[in-house]
């Protein structure tokens, strides 16, 4: 019977052995808040459900240069957070082999609330989103197979996909759900406009008369609380001699889409120089200037524009000061959003964060 108790405690070893091996490591689910009059999120969350694991392998890929062929373009190096995750100062990046980007980098925040992608819209789903600047031969200019293989091969990338999904498989999908659990917690709200609105603060004079002119002169376009309606319009600027970019038109082949970008987000705008899709306007005054100056022609012109935007020297004083307001120094100093291990401390305020097996 001994021989029998023996073989009985090693099975039970080895049950415990492979229940331990195959046992999925604890997650902790980060809940996304939504700030309190913002509309819902159009990111599917059921999909892909935001863990610390997830959020920090994400973070990991956004600043590893070897996304890219030659190693030395991650996706911060286009996205940079003090520039609001946009690219500070020029107006178009630099790519792999000396070369650059066909046009200015967007500021990447609050995109759970974004429908659709790029400056034209050709990408319709966030997850998907990685994918065209890593094989862009004028971006990062690598292979998904090479890029899955340099993951494979670093045993730190796979102990981090086990933590985040559950095992050490590393693909496509998984790479691009994780970037997305990443930039889809960039929330910007918390500027002085928000505070304004929240009753935490108040706008000064200039604040105040900007965004009264502001309500009446821009919001057609810049819809409150994202300050964007998503929407893609011509504005009347001449197409690009070198670049030849037709916007929208290159995604729906229509020729009333000729020249019609996204309405960009005037959150953080004051960081987010130079502006338009090509970077042609280095400041808030540039733009400015273009609308009240402008008598654009054109079939596909927009209308509200189609005789530029009446404003005085006074107004664009007073609409500088308010959409300087904008800027929300909490979102581009958060630690939590820097490269992995720059931060010294959590911020104050804590995801709201609870294990799950």
């Known amino acids: 019977m001994k021989w029998i108790s023996t073989i009985l405690f090693v099975a039970l070893i080895l049950l415990v052995a492979i229940s331990w091996h195959d046992r999925k490591p604890a997650v902790h689910s980060i809940s996304f808040t939504v700030p309190k009059g913002w509309p819902q999120p159009v990111y599917d969350f059921k999909s892909n459900p935001i863990t610390e694991e997830g959020f920090q392998l994400g973070r990991k890929l956004f600043y590893d240069g070897r996304l890219s062929k030659d190693g030395n373009f991650a996706c911060a190096s286009c996205h940079q957070q003090f520039a609001a995750f946009a690219t500070y100062d020029h107006e178009l990046s630099h790519g792999n082999n000396n070369s650059f980007t066909r046009r200015n980098a967007p500021a990447l925040f609050?995109?759970?609330?974004?429908?659709?992608?790029m400056w034209d819209g050709g990408i319709n789903h966030l997850d998907a989103q990685p994918l065209a600047p890593i094989t862009d031969t004028n971006e990062m200019a690598e292979t998904i197979g090479n890029v899955i293989s340099k993951l494979k091969a670093d045993t730190g990338y796979r102990r981090m996909f086990k933590a985040a999904f559950g095992d050490e498989t590393i693909n496509t999908q998984r790479m691009t759900k994780a970037i997305s659990?990443?930039?889809?917690?960039?929330?910007s709200n918390n500027s002085k406009y928000d505070r304004v609105k929240r009753g935490e603060d108040s706008f000064n004079l200039p604040q105040r008369l900007g965004?009264?002119?502001?309500?009446?002169?821009?919001?057609?376009?810049?819809?409150?609380?994202l300050f964007t309606d998503y929407s893609y319009r011509n504005i009347g600027l001449p197409e690009d001699d070198f670049l030849h970019d037709k916007g929208r038109m290159k995604i729906t082949s229509k020729s009333s889409d000729s020249l019609k970008f996204k309405v960009p987000s005037l959150r953080n705008v004051a960081l987010s120089f130079p502006y338009s899709h090509d970077g042609r306007f280095y400041t808030l005054l540039d733009v400015m200037e273009f609308y009240r100056h402008s008598n654009p022609a054109g079939a596909s012109v927009d209308s509200s524009v189609k005789h530029g935007i009446p404003l005085s020297n006074f107004e664009i004083g007073q609409l500088t000061a308010f959409m300087k307001s904008l800027t929300d120094s909490a979102f581009i100093n958060n630690p939590r959003f820097a490269p992995p291990g720059f931060e010294t401390r959590m911020p104050a305020a804590q995801p709201d964060i609870h294990k799950s097996n």
């Open 211 to 225: 965004y009264q002119i502001f309500q009446k002169k821009c919001i057609g376009c810049h819809t409150e609380p």
């Open 110 to 117: 609050n995109l759970a609330w974004q429908p659709e992608f």
């Open 181 to 187: 659990q990443f930039v889809v917690m960039l929330v």
